[in-house]
């Protein structure tokens, strides 16, 4: 196989990233776009010793699981979507067989436990008139660039890339993006407002953060600019504040050459530095630079499955030694603005998050204010430094005895736990752990830790948080051993 040939393939199978695999004469190749079944025409464009990657030039013979025709224009293009072109109830199928297959490879979990243990994916309920769901993003993040004519374009990254593919109608977003978008685009032409170049680290607009209440309807315009203000900002506010439900027009200093987006600094233009919303009946506010889960339909589900793997209406019959009804201590490591926390205050007696930003912690500590929660304490740091030392410190104060949690939630990023914090885990000896995991790779892996440490896998579960895209949450309980 040499660059550039043209193949037939069949694909056969599916990557973790949602590439189509088949082989030709024994040699595999991976084809992003491909569904299992189809039959397609394909450009070799980088070959290895024993695969080679190609692209997809057409579909001979349509898969029964590829859709006749994908709702976005831009689908193939942007890389915001890997899935979109594949039936819904096959990208279901594909993401729960993902988790699995990553708890038995990686995590070396038992086929027949997971038989028992494994419950179905939680998928979407079908957009009004679509037979997928979409437009259930409450945060988008467009960057803004120049196309080749020299107009200002905004859209999406295309896959592997920083070339913008313009679009300001994504479907998985909102329909008032388009408006807000359209509005500053506008705006920047008329006064002149240069865009960021990445390259130079020149001009002065670099992204467009939109946040929308999909309770409260409040909506909130942040604009990412390397500088100081924006020139006739005051005009951008009074065309943007005109839109139904405009709640927080603010700026995010960014400055500095790099590839994160957010900067630190954020300075109001006009309304308040937050919008509201719910998950469920707990109240949050959300600032712009608050870690938010941006499915808010799934979010609900996907915590009250790990509020009910917490078990904590297990322990509402539990008395003291004095007659007191016991109620548990809960640990939720990795909060963010106190999400799971505020869900699990509601049934435990002691509720104690760790979350490494500080601006988080105090939207925590205000959302919990607001929602007159009064069982719930949050420490700034690092969940593998804070707990460990902790645990260390209470056994110092109270003559060698083990700090002790009920249950431990942990909702880490892609990246996973530390063993560090893991060991400190299994050493509070929680009755039971809760994972939530946004990575089913090292989820695997961490459970492989725990239940080499004690604990067993009790239930599991994927949450489709993402459609049209290969990621997804998955909740697992985990219930400690008693030899």
Same mark, same amino acid.
Request: proline residues 4%.
């Given at each position: 196989?040499?660059?550039?040939?043209?193949?037939?393939?069949?694909?056969?199978?599916? !990557?973790?990233?949602?590439?189509?695999?088949?082989?030709?004469?024994?040699?595999?190749?991976?084809?992003?776009?491909?569904?299992?079944?189809?039959? $397609?025409? /394909?450009?070799? %464009?980088?070959?290895?010793?024993?695969? &080679?990657?190609?692209?997809?030039?057409?579909? *001979?013979? +349509?898969?029964?699981?590829?859709?006749?025709?994908?709702?976005?224009?831009?689908?193939?293009?942007?890389?915001?979507?890997?899935?979109?072109?594949?039936?819904?109830?096959?990208?279901?199928?594909?993401?729960?067989?993902? $988790?699995?297959?990553?708890?038995?490879?990686?995590? =070396?979990?038992?086929?027949?436990?997971?038989?028992?243990?494994?419950?179905?994916?939680? !998928?979407?309920?079908?957009?009004?008139?679509?037979?997928?769901?979409?437009?259930?993003?409450?945060?988008?993040?467009?960057?803004?660039?120049?196309?080749?004519?020299?107009?200002?374009?905004?859209?999406?990254?295309? &896959?592997?890339?920083?070339?913008?593919?313009?679009?300001?109608?994504?479907?998985?977003?909102?329909?008032?993006?388009?408006?807000?978008?359209?509005?500053?685009?506008?705006? %920047?032409?008329?006064?002149?407002?240069?865009?960021?170049? =990445?390259?130079?680290?020149?001009?002065?607009?670099?992204?467009? *953060?939109?946040?929308?209440?999909?309770?409260?309807?409040?909506?909130?315009?942040?604009?990412?600019?390397?500088? @100081?203000?924006? +020139?006739?900002? @005051?005009?951008?506010?009074?065309?943007?504040?005109?839109?139904?439900?405009?709640?927080?027009?603010? *700026?995010?200093?960014?400055?500095?050459?790099?590839?994160?987006?957010?900067?630190?600094?954020?300075?109001?233009?006009?309304?308040?530095?937050?919008?509201?919303?719910?998950?469920?009946?707990?109240?949050?506010?959300?600032?712009?630079?608050?870690?938010?889960?941006?499915?808010?339909?799934?979010?609900?589900? *996907?915590?009250?499955?790990?509020?009910?793997?917490?078990?904590?209406?297990?322990?509402?019959?539990?008395?003291?030694? /004095? !007659?007191?009804?016991?109620?548990?201590?809960?640990?939720?490591?990795?909060?963010?603005?106190?999400?799971?926390?505020?869900?699990?205050?509601?049934?435990?007696?002691? $509720?104690?998050?760790?979350?490494?930003? +500080?601006?988080?912690?105090?939207?925590?500590?205000?959302?919990?204010?607001?929602?007159?929660?009064?069982?719930? @304490?949050?420490?700034?740091?690092?969940?593998?430094?804070?707990?460990?030392?902790?645990? =260390?410190?209470? /056994?110092?104060?109270?003559?060698?005895?083990?700090?002790?949690?009920?249950?431990?939630?942990?909702?880490?990023?892609?990246?996973?736990?530390?063993?560090?914090?893991?060991?400190?885990?299994?050493?509070?000896?929680?009755?039971?752990?809760?994972?939530?995991?946004?990575?089913?790779?090292?989820?695997?892996?961490? %459970?492989?830790?725990?239940?080499?440490?004690?604990?067993?896998?009790?239930?599991?579960?994927?949450?489709?948080?993402?459609?049209?895209?290969?990621?997804? =949450?998955?909740?697992?309980?985990?219930?400690?051993?008693?030899?």
């Amino acid at each position: 196989m040499n660059k550039n040939d043209i193949v037939q393939v069949k694909i056969e199978d599916i !990557g973790v990233n949602g590439e189509g695999i088949g082989k030709v004469d024994g040699y595999t190749l991976f084809i992003k776009d491909g569904i299992i079944g189809d039959v $397609v025409e /394909a450009k070799l %464009m980088k070959t290895k010793k024993n695969y &080679g990657y190609a692209r997809l030039m057409k579909v *001979l013979q +349509p898969s029964d699981d590829r859709v006749k025709e994908p709702v976005c224009a831009m689908a193939r293009k942007c890389g915001g979507c890997q899935l979109q072109e594949m039936r819904y109830k096959s990208q279901l199928a594909f993401k729960e067989k993902k $988790v699995r297959g990553n708890l038995m490879r990686i995590g =070396e979990v038992p086929e027949e436990l997971l038989d028992q243990v494994m419950e179905p994916i939680v !998928g979407m309920e079908e957009t009004e008139g679509l037979d997928a769901p979409y437009h259930y993003r409450n945060k988008a993040q467009f960057p803004i660039g120049m196309d080749k004519e020299g107009n200002i374009v905004a859209g999406f990254y295309a &896959g592997r890339t920083h070339s913008i593919i313009p679009n300001t109608d994504c479907v998985l977003g909102v329909s008032v993006n388009e408006d807000i978008l359209t509005c500053v685009i506008h705006f %920047m032409k008329e006064y002149h407002v240069p865009v960021y170049d =990445e390259t130079a680290h020149k001009g002065l607009v670099r992204h467009v *953060l939109i946040r929308y209440g999909f309770t409260t309807k409040e909506i909130m315009v942040c604009l990412v600019i390397n500088g @100081e203000k924006v +020139p006739h900002q @005051e005009v951008l506010a009074e065309r943007l504040r005109k839109i139904p439900g405009m709640t927080s027009i603010t *700026l995010s200093i960014n400055k500095e050459k790099t590839n994160v987006i957010m900067g630190n600094e954020i300075k109001l233009i006009w309304g308040q530095s937050f919008i509201t919303d719910y998950i469920g009946n707990v109240k949050y506010q959300i600032s712009p630079l608050s870690f938010y889960q941006v499915n808010p339909v799934q979010t609900e589900k *996907l915590y009250n499955l790990a509020l009910e793997y917490a078990g904590l209406s297990d322990y509402a019959e539990d008395v003291s030694a /004095a !007659g007191v009804r016991q109620k548990p201590v809960v640990w939720d490591l990795y909060c963010g603005i106190g999400t799971i926390s505020l869900f699990l205050a509601q049934k435990a007696g002691q $509720v104690y998050g760790v979350e490494i930003v +500080p601006q988080a912690i105090e939207d925590a500590k205000n959302n919990a204010r607001i929602n007159r929660i009064r069982n719930a @304490e949050f420490y700034v740091g690092k969940a593998e430094e804070v707990l460990p030392k902790y645990y =260390e410190d209470y /056994a110092k104060e109270h003559g060698g005895q083990k700090a002790h949690a009920d249950v431990i939630v942990v909702d880490p990023p892609r990246k996973g736990c530390e063993e560090t914090l893991l060991q400190t885990m299994v050493d509070m000896e929680p009755e039971r752990i809760v994972y939530v995991s946004c990575d089913s790779a090292t989820l695997a892996r961490d %459970m492989k830790f725990l239940r080499g440490n004690g604990y067993e896998i009790e239930r599991v579960r994927a949450v489709d948080q993402f459609p049209h895209t290969v990621h997804t =949450e998955c909740v697992v309980g985990m219930q400690r051993k008693h030899i």
